[in-house]
């Protein structure tokens, strides 16, 4: 059979596999995702790169694996070896919902229909540390008295024995993860080592699907760029999922960072090795540091930390100096890691961009990457001969993917197409945007007071359920302050450092309200009327920073930068907190956008609209009332009044 029937015959298959296999398991026909999946295997066939932004609710994870299995299929039918196909993406659990909750589902229908004989098979692939070493395990056992180690850490290292992947065991210390993890070079016996046998099953041709996060993906690309050997197997094509969150990735791992963690880790590592006196030193010469390293970064600029940086910067040299010989090889690679990075940070590099960074415990990151990230990404990522998928509900401002393209370094890649599918969700039913006729003002000396009146009265508007999404820590914690003095008859919650706790307080208290910022832009799901209003007080733009002031180096204006990045990059993120609103079909909400700047008429009115799905807008808290009036059934009331 020649090579366009084969290529009919696998469109066909996707046709097949939507319109009729899939709706047997209650999943209705989205022309929309169809068309997502085609598009996504034509990439395939044509070995090009396809920018795909996926409306939220559009499917595109069955999208993806729907076009892989098929071009796999077709890859057989032309006589071409097996290869398996890579899959990235930044979230834990959408790794995992891939591997155990979508494939099996796709797998069963298939096999019912005689398309496939064997199951469709999905390996996730973590870096070395996240696995555990069964010779340097049964060491450390032999190391300890069980009975005088706190019972569920001493349980957490004996349950190891039977896990191999350390994730997956819950109390487990930091200090036992790095003694029994694998080491970077693995000499164990090849017949007994768990970790050698389970890369041989990775690459032994059982998984068409290999899943990773962002971070190895790179890894390896950078592997194979410098001629080491790669990490992961030869692949026949790569889908990146959550493809916005490359570019930062690609900054940090092109890069160096530093967090408290990372010092923390140090510290406590030396006091395990009963370097006391070393410990005690370097915590209290880093004391300053940790301090600013443990506040969110806010719009402090990266100089901020740089005086704080000296002081550990001289214990740790004298550290390295005195200990070097005496550490275990574990610890003496945390500190020679850590002594060059604060050395990096404090003394700069002409040839890099230093600035800072959120942590994901809401604290401060410094990062120091190189200027031209873009040619690093072209000569180690692009330059593979496979081709790529990269996907993401916020690629693109309206039908505009170029700032996703200058990121990434594919502006002028011949091989790129672009694709928007929108999502199905009935925003003109289900949603209202709500501008006020007078929001605060920003520079006004009352504007928090203001700000938390507006907020009181949208939440008796829409009777709680409410999420408020800040820019900043400060304007969160001023909102806060405020708040109980206009009224405020809901719970109230705040989200810190223990965002998973207080997400499931949130949830657990009907009709409450959470304050949040940082993190909870993206990442986080509240569907139903858990989230019936989503607040936000201003329009998220970027904080300047040196990666901006570098960036706008190559605009011959600061109003042409303005719209070529600063626009886009705050209309993006715009998309992203909007995304907490509606995350199912029958979801209904208010999104309340009290900014000055988007107001009708106003500097940002336009970009703001633009980067929204269309729906009803008012500025009337009548009409916020009269709409959740209208959408929400008896339970939500009692809730609110409860």
């Not at 009708?600 to 799905?613: F, H, N, Q």
């Amino acid at each position: 059979m020649n090579y366009d029937n084969n290529r009919q015959n696998a469109h066909n298959e996707i046709d097949h596999i939507f319109k009729d296999l899939l709706p047997t398991r209650n999943m209705a026909e989205r022309p929309a995702q169809v068309a997502l999946c085609h598009q996504m295997l034509n990439a395939m066939l044509e070995g090009g790169i396809a920018l795909c932004d996926a409306g939220t609710g559009i499917g595109k994870t069955y999208a993806y694996l729907v076009a892989g299995t098929v071009y796999s299929r077709f890859r057989a039918a032309c006589g071409l070896g097996p290869k398996p196909i890579l899959v990235s993406t930044s979230s834990i659990a959408l790794q995992t919902a891939a591997r155990d909750e979508y494939l099996p589902l796709l797998s069963n229908v298939l096999t019912e229909d005689g398309m496939i004989v064997q199951p469709l098979q999905a390996v996730i692939r973590k870096g070395k540390s996240h696995y555990v070493c069964d010779d340097r395990l049964e060491r450390r056992l032999g190391q300890l008295d069980l009975r005088k180690k706190n019972w569920r850490a001493g349980n957490a290292l004996l349950a190891l024995r039977n896990e191999l992947d350390m994730d997956e065991i819950a109390h487990l210390s930091h200090y036992d993860r790095e003694r029994v993890c694998v080491p970077q070079i693995c000499n164990c016996s090849q017949e007994t080592c768990r970790y050698r046998f389970f890369l041989e099953k990775c690459d032994s041709g059982r998984y068409l699907f290999q899943i990773c996060n962002h971070n190895l993906l790179l890894a390896d690309a950078i592997h194979r760029g410098s001629g080491r050997k790669p990490i992961l197997p030869d692949t026949c094509a790569l889908i990146v999922d959550e493809a916005h969150k490359l570019p930062e990735t690609a900054r940090q791992m092109f890069g160096v960072t530093l967090a408290a963690e990372d010092i923390r880790a140090l510290t406590h590592s030396l006091r395990g090795e009963r370097f006391l006196l070393a410990a005690e030193v370097l915590n209290d010469s880093a004391k300053g540091l940790l301090r600013k390293l443990d506040r969110p970064p806010e719009d402090r600029p990266f100089v901020h930390y740089k005086t704080s940086l000296a002081a550990p910067e001289r214990s740790l040299t004298v550290i390295a100096r005195q200990l070097h010989g005496l550490l275990t090889p574990a610890t003496r690679r945390r500190l020679n890691s850590v002594s060059s990075t604060v050395s990096l940070f404090h003394q700069g590099h002409p040839d890099m961009v230093f600035y800072t960074e959120e942590d994901t415990h809401g604290g401060t990151m410094l990062c120091a990457t190189i200027s031209d990230l873009t040619a690093q990404l072209r000569q180690t990522l692009w330059r593979q001969e496979r081709p790529a998928i990269l996907t993401s509900a916020t690629l693109a401002v309206g039908e505009d993917f170029r700032r996703f393209k200058e990121e990434t370094g594919l502006l002028t890649d011949s091989r790129v197409t672009e694709s928007v599918a929108l999502s199905p969700f009935d925003y003109q039913k289900n949603c209202l945007l709500y501008l006020p006729q007078v929001p605060p003002k920003q520079k006004a000396a009352a504007y928090y007071d203001e700000l938390a009146k507006e907020i009181a009265a949208l939440l008796d508007a829409a009777q709680g359920h409410a999420l408020a999404l800040f820019t900043s820590y400060a304007a969160m914690s001023a909102v806060k302050e405020r708040l109980p003095g206009h009224g405020l008859r809901y719970p109230l919650f705040t989200m810190g450092r223990s965002a998973i706790h207080t997400t499931e307080q949130f949830k657990a208290s009907p009709g409450s309200m959470l304050l949040a910022a940082g993190a909870a832009w993206e990442g986080f799901d509240f569907p139903g009327d858990c989230v019936s209003l989503l607040i936000i007080p201003r329009l998220p733009f970027a904080v300047p920073d040196a990666l901006k002031e570098k960036e706008r180096e190559n605009h011959p204006t600061l109003r042409l930068f303005i719209r070529a990045v600063v626009v886009p990059e705050m209309q993006i993120k715009l998309k992203q907190g909007f995304g907490r609103a509606i995350r199912t079909e029958t979801d209904t909400c208010v999104v309340a956008i009290l900014d000055e700047r988007a107001a009708k008429g106003k500097r940002y009115s336009k970009d703001v609209l633009a980067a929204l799905p269309e729906m009803p807008v008012t500025g009337s808290l009548k009409d916020v009332a009269k709409f959740i009036q209208s959408v929400k059934g008896p339970d939500y009331f009692r809730e609110a009044s409860a």
